[in-house]
Nanobody, 125 residues
């Protein structure tokens, strides 16, 4: 059983940057694909970015390409989301997710077995 704990959320001005962290424990998370999703009020939870367990292969939603970067440090069992050029529409609760099935479908919520509790990111205009 993997536990995920996000941190790094908060209030930031438009155009600013923020880095989210997700610490994993309780399993061999270094072998898991990891992802970030987000959910704004009244909206569905949506895919933001994912990174495979090995090889550094990354996937991004179109709306964050060129602004956000996902990375991982397997020695620390931590995945990061560096967010630059933030916009008010990036305001949401950001969730970390993990899956042992590091194959296809990594952009889909249903792929992931483990979820963190979420961290709020608010971007002011």
């Amino acid at each position: 059983q993997v536990q995920l704990v996000e941190s790094g959320g908060g209030l930031v001005q438009a155009g600013g940057s923020q880095r989210l962290s997700c610490a994993a424990s309780g399993g061999t998370s270094s072998t898991y694909a990891m992802a970030w999703f987000r959910q704004a009020p009244g909206k569905e939870r949506e895919f933001v970015a994912a990174i495979k367990a090995r090889g550094g292969i990354r996937f991004y939603a179109d709306f964050v390409k060129g602004r956000f970067t996902i990375s991982r440090d397997n020695a620390k069992n931590t995945v990061y989301l560096q967010m630059n050029s933030l916009k008010p529409e990036d305001t949401a609760v950001y969730y970390c997710a993990a899956t042992a099935y590091d194959t296809i479908g990594l952009l889909s919520r249903s792929r992931y077995e483990y979820w963190g509790q979420g961290t709020q990111v608010t971007v002011s205009s």
